[in-house]
């Protein structure tokens, strides 16, 4: 009698030992299945996120495809400029060479895209570097990106300043024939900041981290002068 109770008693501890493990597979096969549905729930949300944010901004008027970029020109020879308008050599470049870019323009030889990237916020006490290229936007989306951008470098702040204020930015635009009233909400409202953050994310993804940067073709160009510049679009241009 007392080996039978014995054996029963042994029976089911075995069925209770399986009984556990059976409900620790179970919760561990649970467990699993709610990593994987939240795994894939958050690969979709970023996705998705990051779908919107890279798609999320309005291009001003006259830019190039993918709105990277204000298309300048429509001659053969494409070249890419990126500058920044807080870039001290930015502003000796335009010093040295903008006439020659816009000889090149008037000469029906060269297609410019201008990417003003906003690289140098952190050398601004007020995000200058992207103020003042979502107002180049707004110029661009009026027609009169090159005028602005020209008289941007020129009344260009000092580093580590607060740069213009929006004001200034309104009033240097006016100065170049921009109409106060919309080109000045344009600015205030920052329509073109989601578009600047564009423009500079693509200028990092195409391995671009200084400025001024100039592109003839394809390739980037090492003498940024004069000389060189037309050396290099001859060179392309044949």
């Known amino acids: 009698m007392s080996s ?82 807080l870039c001290p050599v930015c502003h000796q470049f335009e010093q040295t060479s903008g006439a020659t870019i816009n000889q090149l323009i008037d000469e029906g030889k060269i297609r410019v895209v201008y990417h003003p990237v906003a690289f140098l916020n952190r050398f601004s006490t007020t995000e200058y570097s992207t103020r003042s290229s979502a107002a180049s936007g707004c110029a661009a989306d009026a027609g009169k990106y090159k005028e602005y ?47 600047t953050e564009h423009v500079t994310d693509q200028a990092s993804r195409n391995n671009v981290n200084a400025t001024p940067t100039i592109v003839v073709d394809g390739e980037q160009l090492g003498d940024r002068s004069p000389e060189g510049i037309r050396a290099a679009v001859e060179a392309a241009g044949k």
Not at 42 to 53: A, E, K, M, P
Not at 58 to 74: C, D, F, L, Q, R
Not at 76 to 83: F, K
Request: charged content about 25%; hydrophobic content about 40%.
């Open 4 to 85: 039978r109770k014995g054996q029963k008693g042994a029976s089911k501890v075995v069925r209770q030992q399986l009984a556990r493990e059976r409900r620790r597979k179970r919760t561990l096969w649970v467990s699993a299945a709610a990593v994987a549905v939240l795994l894939i729930a958050g690969l979709i949300g970023w996705s998705v996120w990051s779908g919107q944010r890279s798609g999320d901004f309005t291009a001003p008027a006259n830019t190039a495809e993918g709105g990277t970029g204000v298309v300048v020109g429509s001659g053969p020879v494409t070249v890419d400029i990126y500058e920044d308008f």
């Open 149 to 195: 951008a020209t008289a941007l470098f020129d009344k260009q702040p000092p580093e580590g300043s607060a740069g213009l204020s929006d004001d200034e930015l309104i009033d240097i635009g006016a100065g170049v024939g921009l109409n106060r009233d919309s080109f000045g909400s344009c600015v205030r409202d920052g329509t073109f900041k989601p578009w």
